[in-house]
C-alpha cells in the first residue's frame, strides 16, 4: 500500500528543497562575483607597476583592507535577507548589494595580492585616515582618524546580526533596510577619503565609484522606508 504524504510535508520538503537551491544559486552567484573582481584587480595590475603611476601608499592599502572588511558584513546582511525575505523589492536591492560588493571584495583582495600586503590589518581600522591632517570628503566634513580604531562606523554589532537573523516579514526587510543604510552612511567617510587621498588611480576610481553607488542606495533605501513607515536608526 502506497503510503500518504501530508501535504503539510510535502509543503514542507518542497520549501526546503527551493531553499537549498536558492541558497546554492546564490553561492555560485557570489563565487562569480569574486572571481570577476580578482580578475579585474589583476588586469589592473600595469598601470601600477608602470612608471607613471605611483606605489600605493599607506590609504591605497589601509583602505582596501578596511573596506573589504566593510563589504562582507553588507554581503553577510544581504544574503540573509535575499534568501529569507518575501518582499520583492528588499530581494532586489539586496541582491544588487550582494553581487556589487563582492566584486568589489575581490577587486581590492586582488590588488593586495599585487601589492604582496595582507588580507586585513592587524592593527585595528581606520589608522591610515591619520595620514592626512584636516582632510575633507566630498561632504565637506573632516574627515581624519585619530589612530587605529576598534571597529568602524555603520558597522552592526554581533546582536544587531542576530536580531536580523530571528526577524521575518516585514519586520525583516525594515530591519535590513534600517541596517544597510547606516551602514552606507558610516562606511561614506572612508570611500571619500579614499577618493581624494589614495596614490593609485585604480583605487581612486573605484571609491569614487563607491561613493556615488552607495549615495544612491541611501537615497532609495530612505524612500523604502519611508514607505513602510519606518525611520533611519541613529549613528553608531
Known sequence: MATEVEPGA????LGAQVRRQRTALLVLGVLGAIL????????????LDGSSEPDPGAVDVGFTQDMSAHHAQAVEMAGVVLVRSTDTDVRRLAYD???????QVGRMQGWLQLWGKPAQSVDGYMGWMSGQP???????????ASGPMPTMPGMATPA????????????????????????HQGGLPMIQYAAEHAETTAVRTLADTMDKTQRGESDLITTMLTAR????????
Open 10 to 13: 510535502a509543503e514542507s520538503g
Open 229 to 236: 513607515g519606518a525611520t533611519p536608526l541613529p549613528p553608531n
Open 160 to 183: 544587531d546580526l542576530a536580531a536580523l537573523r530571528q526577524a521575518t516579514g516585514p519586520q525583516l526587510d525594515t530591519l535590513f533596510l534600517q541596517l544597510m543604510l547606516r551602514h
Open 97 to 103: 548589494i550582494m553581487t556589487t560588493q563582492q566584486n
Open 36 to 47: 570577476i573582481g580578482v580578475a579585474i584587480g589583476a588586469l589592473i595590475r600595469l598601470p
Open 134 to 144: 584636516g582632510g575633507h570628503g566630498h561632504s565637506g566634513a573632516t574627515q581624519t
